[in-house]
């Protein structure tokens, strides 16, 4: 059974930077689909980034060029690094994993097997 538990969130003001982390298990990350989407009270579920099996990342719009995404192999985790944060990324934060294809956090955020999610709230 796949399990994903993301860690890291918090509260910043505008401009700073958090690390969100994410650990899988009952599956491989180097192997999978895995990502972020978020989502804000009384909006939908977005996107956020992806990264997929042979390394390649996406991200949405509203985050390029602010968020990396990236895979720790010997921990089986993958991070999100967030910086340059503004109140509108303000939401609950999931990790998400799934082994089909394509790889996208859009599928992730329709799809694949989530955490519980963390709070990222962002103040001005």
């Known amino acids: 059974q796949v399990q994903v538990a993301e860690s890291g969130g918090g509260s910043v003001q505008t401009g700073d930077s958090l690390r969100l982390s994410c650990a899988a298990s009952g599956v491989t990350a180097s192997s999978a689909c895995m990502g972020w989407f978020r989502q804000a009270p009384g909006k939908q579920r977005e996107g956020v980034a992806a990264?997929?099996?042979?390394?390649?990342?996406t991200y949405a719009d509203s985050v390029k060029g602010r968020f990396t995404i990236s895979r720790d192999n010997a921990k089986n985790a993958v991070h999100l690094q967030m910086n340059s944060l503004k109140p509108e990324d303000t939401a609950t934060y999931y990790c998400?994993?799934?082994?089909?294809?394509?790889?996208?956090?859009?599928?992730?955020?329709?799809?694949?097997?989530r955490g519980q999610g963390t709070q990222v709230t962002v103040s001005s």
């Open positions: 998400a994993a799934d082994l089909r294809r394509p790889c996208t956090s859009d599928r992730l955020a329709i799809f694949g097997a």
């Open positions: 990264i997929a099996s042979e390394g390649s990342t």
